[in-house]
């Protein structure tokens, strides 16, 4: 009797989601049913694929190499798909994009979804650490990131036109007059900053460092929206990628004289899923767009 595609399909599933819960999410079953699928695989050869710790899970060794082929068998579902959707012109499917911010994805979805209106779009938000996690697990197609990952699996890399960072205060701050502050001038004041290991932080503390300076009065907050409305209570200085800080009246922004306080973006996905439809699609629009301008998609 052969092999049943259901309970391959409930493996493979478990194995990519890292959870049973996940996974059976993500096919639209319930928790049980799916349990039942994995454990009658197990049961009808004999074998043991994953180790149960509580509600983790992780693959034997029998487990491992059975994923490695599973990948490919439903990689090659995936294919055949993508060919029937190409034939149809892309007019559905679904694309998956993960994100920490809205900002720079935002008007790149907008035009995508205006170009192929048939197609289902969902955003995840999160940090650095979990994109690449979701990316890689393919809990989503496309990641927009500000550092490319060293190392792990191939990637298909595009980089967006760089942004630039800005300081900004409220509109009762002394500061509210002027249009430039320096890097010397900064420090003098609190500086309101996201947590260590934020990219944004990270930029200006290297230009502090290159000027020989160091912040002497920061106050930390975990969150952008949170930097945002302490800045705008007067608690201090903010610095932000400039399209971030949007039109919000309340706030004043600063161009920082005397620093190149360039940030980078880049729009990343697994090589071996480049080529599928609604990935390629996407990568060729934002790639389009670049070269004639015809889509913003710097975020200065």
Not at 113 to 142: F, M, V
Not at 157 to 178: D, K
Request: charged share 20%; glycine share 8%.
């Amino acid at each position: 009797m052969p092999i049943s595609h259901t309970h391959l399909r409930a493996f493979h599933a478990v194995a990519v989601h890292g959870s049973f819960t996940r996974a059976a999410e993500a096919l639209h079953v319930t928790q049980p049913t799916l349990s039942g699928q994995v454990r009658e695989l197990e049961e009808r050869y004999r074998i043991k694929l994953f180790t149960r710790y509580g509600r983790k899970v992780d693959l034997t060794d029998l487990g491992q190499s059975t994923f490695e082929i599973t990948r490919k068998v439903f990689r090659a579902e995936q294919e055949v798909e993508q060919l029937f959707l190409a034939a149809k012109g892309l007019s559905e499917g679904e694309l998956t994009v993960g994100a920490d911010s809205p900002y720079i994805i935002t008007p790149l979805l907008a035009a995508y979804q205006r170009r192929y209106p048939g197609l289902q779009i969902s955003i995840r938000y999160g940090n650095s650490a979990e994109l690449l996690k979701w990316l890689q697990s393919q809990r989503c197609d496309i990641a927009i990131l500000a550092n490319v990952p060293e190392g792990g699996p191939r990637l298909e890399v595009l980089q967006l036109q760089p942004g630039r960072l800005v300081a900004f205060v409220n509109q009762q701050h002394l500061w509210a007059s002027r249009r430039c502050v320096t890097l010397e001038e900064i420090v003098s004041q609190r500086v309101i900053m996201r947590e260590r290991g934020s990219h944004t932080r990270s930029i200006f503390e290297q230009a502090l460092s290159d000027a020989g300076l160091k912040l002497n009065n920061v106050m930390q907050i975990g969150s952008r929206e949170g930097v945002r409305e302490a800045v705008a209570a007067g608690l201090g200085i903010g610095i932000v990628s400039a399209a971030e800080l949007g039109t919000d009246t309340r706030l004043h922004s600063l161009q920082v004289k005397d620093a190149e306080l360039v940030n980078s973006e880049y729009i990343i996905t697994l090589h071996e899923r480049h080529n599928e439809q609604p990935i390629h699609a996407f990568i060729d629009m934002v790639s389009d767009a670049i070269e004639t301008g015809s889509i913003d998609t710097s975020f200065t």
